[in-house]
């Protein structure tokens, strides 16, 4: 029996199939079901929100600080759901920022860096009404990109470790009247982010540095607010990320997670004298890393992310293992993720800062897990036997699946970084089985995927699954 040409590239696409199969492990997480969204935040390159209770009704609320337009108060209207205050700060080129009582009066204040303009304080009156406090820090051109607020030198008051990426990092301390005096640089240049806690365990904040393309650095604080290095490098010579701080061994002091672009997430165990060694623990690739507790199993999760790919889900089981359960928030390819309580259930929501790559969009996602038994608390799906087919797709692929009850579906094509590329269908379906044949016609070859999602009146439209598909071209 001889094969025709076509039957030739059946087979090829074929055996093309299968090896994708093996070698493209990217899948949307299970888990990506337990967030839903609830609502964006502004558009404008999100670096990360600074919560906390401004205005005095124990409530936190959020300045989200943007990269491309000014700063934005968002008050929480207690249940996770946010409006805009009218409130801005900065120039447009903010890149961090942090809330602390900085003059004393017992209330939020707002410290904000920038990339491209001097950083700035301003004071809170107690409402939630910020006014310039009139100080301009550092030079317009520091590439200020992260600040952390914290008292290094025990004199009640919270001092500002602002890092810069072309210049040393540099310690602002504070008068314990919200003014700020430089006292020291601190490190060498090319940071990008910075952790503390009291790693000696003396009682004082110390300081973990990140440096691009270099292992990363410790150093301790004398309580006094010197802060000197170490001598101890910890991390990868290549690549960069983020690290931060957390009791990965329940021993009583803070170890290290640490996320590089090239050579892998690690742990690193804290000896109880601020001294670092590799845990063995090495999982993925990442560049920003938050730490939280999604399934609610008293251990730290882990979500890594990229400005241009995808977010990724880590489980933690208690031992310092992290099981990679997929892409969580398909189409978010981030700068920042910030997880905060913000409807006060219990369990850890999420605000993802898209990247101008994907449109800038701030997104609130809210956690759907019970803090009583741990499980999510929507309806069950709705959605069985989806079959997609043939597959591989030369030009037509015919969809076909099962409604229990009557929902709203909608079927989105995602490429391989996980973009959306098209909606294919949203509509609200009787129960039972039901067929979409799509047409694909000036799509590049490639491998894509197909996610379902279905809608339930009380909770909107979650990710019900995803199927992979190879579209080889006609």
Same mark, same amino acid.
């Given at each position: 029996m001889r094969c025709s040409q076509s039957d030739i590239k059946q087979i090829l696409l074929t055996i093309l199939w299968f090896i994708s199969q093996l070698v493209f492990p990217q899948s949307i997480s299970s888990l990506d079901s337990l967030f839903l969204f609830h609502q964006t935040l502004g558009s404008s390159e999100c670096f990360g929100v600074a919560f906390g209770d401004v205005d005095g009704n124990s409530i936190r609320d959020g300045v989200v600080v943007n990269f491309q337009g000014q700063s934005k108060l968002w008050k929480n209207e207690g249940n996770g759901n946010f409006t805009s205050t009218g409130q801005s700060f900065g120039n447009g080129t903010n890149h961090g920022g942090a809330l602390a009582d900085l003059d004393g009066d017992g209330d939020l204040d707002l410290f904000l860096v920038s990339t491209m303009a001097t950083d700035k304080v301003y004071f809170n009156d107690g409402s939630g009404t910020f006014s310039d406090s009139g100080q301009n820090l550092g030079g317009s051109m520091d590439l200020s990109v992260q600040v952390i607020l914290s008292d290094v030198d025990a004199d009640g008051d919270p001092d500002a470790l602002v890092a810069r990426n072309t210049h040393p990092n540099i310690l602002w301390m504070n008068n314990g009247s919200g003014y700020f005096t430089e006292s020291s640089e601190i490190g060498d240049t090319s940071t990008y982010f910075m952790d503390v806690a009291d790693a000696d365990s003396d009682g004082h904040p110390d300081l973990y540095i990140e440096y691009k393309d270099q292992p990363d650095k410790i150093f301790f604080n004398d309580g006094s607010g010197n802060i000197t290095d170490s001598g101890q490098e910890v991390g990868f010579?290549?690549? @960069? &990320? $983020?690290?931060? %701080? $957390? *009791?990965? *061994? @329940? *021993? +009583? *002091?803070?170890? !290290?997670? !640490?996320? @590089?672009? !090239?050579? &892998? @997430?690690?742990?690193? !165990?804290?000896? &109880?004298? &601020? %001294?670092?060694?590799?845990? +063995?623990?090495v999982f993925g690739s990442g560049y920003g890393v938050a730490m939280l507790d999604v399934d609610l199993d008293g251990d730290p999760d882990v979500i890594t992310y990229h400005p241009e790919t995808p977010c990724y889900l880590w489980l933690n089981d208690g031992s310092m293992n992290f099981d990679s359960a997929g892409v969580i928030f398909p189409g978010d390819q981030c700068w920042s993720i910030t997880p905060e309580d913000v409807d006060m259930d219990g369990d850890p929501d999420v605000v993802v800062g898209n990247s101008a790559f994907n449109g800038g969009v701030t997104k609130l996602y809210l956690n759907q897990t019970s803090p009583a038994t741990g499980e999510m608390v929507h309806p069950g799906k709705s959605i069985d036997d989806l079959i997609i087919f043939p597959n591989p797709v030369i030009r037509d692929v015919t969809i076909s699946f099962t409604l229990k009850e009557e929902s709203r579906v909608k079927l989105m094509l995602y490429n391989s970084s996980m973009r959306m590329v098209e909606i294919l269908a949203e509509s609200l379906l009787d129960p039972g089985r039901h067929q979409l044949t799509k047409t694909f016609v000036d799509l590049p070859c490639g491998a894509y995927h197909i996610v379902f999602h279905n809608e339930d009146p009380c909770y909107g439209y979650r990710f019900f699954g995803s199927k992979f598909i190879l579209i080889a071209g006609h």
């Open positions: 010579p290549e690549g @960069n &990320g $983020h690290g931060r %701080f $957390h *009791d990965f *061994d @329940n *021993d +009583g *002091d803070p170890d !290290l997670i !640490l996320t @590089n672009s !090239l050579s &892998g @997430n690690s742990i690193w !165990l804290n000896d &109880g004298n &601020g %001294f670092f060694t590799t845990s +063995g623990t």
